[in-house]
């Protein structure tokens, strides 16, 4: 891989993968990208499983409900009519 394909794929990630703002990207130190990419497979590996077990160890809906309840996120009833 070239230089320029390293630092096209960590753009790629940076905005792609992580949603940042191409400024932020490029500002964003090399470790400091890696470090956020590895975040964000860890979070997805707690979500929707992967690595060692098959099917990871309970359903999406269980899944999504302890990543977004450690975010503080609740769930909110809607008002009926």
């Given at each position: 891989m070239s230089h320029a394909e390293f630092f096209a794929s960590l753009f790629r990630?940076?905005?792609g993968w992580l949603g940042w703002p191409?400024?932020?990207a490029?500002?964003?130190a090399i470790p400091h990208?890696?470090?956020a990419m590895e975040g964000r497979a860890e979070m997805l590996k707690a979500i929707?499983?992967?690595g060692d077990k098959p099917g990871g160890g309970g359903s999406v809906g269980q899944k999504a409900k302890l990543a977004f309840g450690s975010l503080g996120a609740r769930r909110v009833?809607?008002?009926k009519s």
């Open positions: 990630s940076a905005t191409p400024a932020v490029l500002a964003t990208i890696e470090l929707f499983g992967g009833e809607r008002k």
